[in-house]
Nanobody, 122 residues
Framework: QVQLVESGGGLVQAGGSLRLSCAAS????????GGWFRRAPGKERDFVAS????????YYADSVKGRFTISRDNAKNTMYLQMNSLKPEDTAVYYC???????????????WGQGTQVTVSS
């Protein structure tokens, strides 16, 4: 089973940018579709974005569409989430996930990272 580790979280002012990384090990990440999810304080974990195996297709939650970009570099076994125009409501723990199909449903993903905190101040 692929192992995932997120990095790149931190504190940023509203309007700023961050890039999250998700490094995969134990198995080639090219064998998996990828997803990003987030859990805001006191809320359930929500879908953010997904990407297919080759990186040719992606899908976004309406709340982040036009501001966030998911991408992957299979040669580096890494997936990314570029977050621009950040808002305080983007504050959450962000998780990356790997599965066999790119989907909005977290139950379809087999492997998860430990999460990285993103805090956006107003």
């Amino acid at each position: 089973q692929v192992q995932l580790v997120e990095s790149g979280g931190g504190l940023v002012q509203a309007g700023g940018s961050l890039r999250l990384s998700c490094a995969a090990s134990r198995h080639p990440f090219s064998s998996y579709a990828g997803g990003w999810f987030r859990r805001a304080p006191g809320k359930e974990r929500d879908f953010v974005a997904s990407i297919n195996l080759s990186g040719s297709s992606s899908y976004y939650a309406d709340s982040v569409k036009g501001r966030f970009t998911i991408s992957r570099d299979n040669a580096k076994n890494t997936m990314y989430l570029q977050m621009n125009s950040l808002k305080p409501e983007d504050t959450a723990v962000y998780y990356c996930a790997a599965g066999f199909i790119p989907t909005t449903s977290e139950t379809a993903y087999r492997s998860w990272g430990q999460g990285t905190q993103v805090t956006v101040s107003s």
